[in-house]
């Protein structure tokens, strides 16, 4: 099993640049999101989606957008990286639902971006 | 709003001795509780969750954890540490009364098992 499939792993941009890091699951989870991970401050939600067309944001979207065409693909865009965008990306899903089967985030292996 | 706090950034325990990490929570509702571990250079696994019924929570490789709602904390344990368990350990909540399905973690604890 695939699961939460992240590209690339590594990418370094110059200030001002743009990029999109990918994410992709293989498991048909309706919910899928982006973290960014920061030294002492745990994982900040960026931005989130419980089903294809739906998006909202998270605790620290500024920079940063996403769309969601389809069930499997959730990309995130940087539209001008600046050094403060410098930070580990982490993309994860989980099924969408009251069910506390539900509860528990897959969480794809991230990508580590530096902003010169 | 929901808040996570990891006391400690680091817990050094030697081999075959307990450990734990301690998580304490606030939200306004009732809480669903996690815990995290992350590996150096790989994403976070989900080790366990409270969600309701019964305080004391098993989870996956040895671990387990008890909600004590009048302290409002979720301490991860485990009986007898392993090298194997050096890695980042977070611990998340989820306010069931607040609106969307945000998940919020705590700053991480590192925890080193020395042989």
């Known amino acids: 099993n695939a699961g939460v499939t992240q590209t690339p792993k590594f990418q370094v941009l110059k200030t001002g640049q743009s990029m999109t890091l990918q994410c992709a699951q293989d498991?048909?989870?309706?919910?899928m999101s982006w973290y960014r991970q920061d030294p002492g401050m745990g994982l900040r939600l960026i931005h989130y989606?419980?089903?294809?067309?739906?998006?909202d944001q998270g605790e620290v979207p500024n920079g940063y957008n996403v769309s969601r065409s389809t069930t499997e693909d959730f990309p995130l865009r940087l539209l001008s990286a600046a050094p403060s965008q410098t930070s580990v990306y982490f993309c994860?899903?989980?099924?969408?639902?009251?069910?506390?089967?539900?509860?528990?985030?897959?969480f794809g292996s991230g990508t580590q971006l530096s902003v010169l | 709003a929901q808040s996570v706090a990891q006391p400690e950034d680091q817990v050094n325990v030697a081999e075959g001795n307990p450990l734990t990490v301690k998580c304490t929570y606030s939200?306004?509702?009732?809480?669903?509780l996690f815990w995290y571990v992350q590996y150096p250079n790989r994403g976070l696994q989900f080790l366990l969750k409270?969600?309701?019924?019964?305080?004391l929570v098993k989870g996956s490789y040895g671990f387990e954890a008890e909600f004590n709602k009048s302290q409002t904390s979720f301490h991860l344990k485990k009986p007898s540490a392993l090298v194997s368990d050096s890695a980042l350990y977070f611990c998340?909540?989820?306010?069931?009364?607040?609106?969307?399905?945000?998940?919020?973690f705590g700053g991480g604890t590192r925890v080193l098992v020395k042989p």
């Open positions: 939200v306004s509702g009732n809480p669903y």
């Open positions: 989606s419980v089903g294809a067309g739906i998006t």
């Open positions: 998340a909540v989820r306010d069931t009364q607040a609106a969307g399905n945000k998940l919020t």
């Open positions: 409270y969600i309701t019924g019964d305080n």
């Open positions: 994860a899903s989980r099924r969408q639902g009251s069910h506390a089967t539900n509860e528990k985030l897959f």
């Open positions: 498991m048909n989870h309706e919910y």
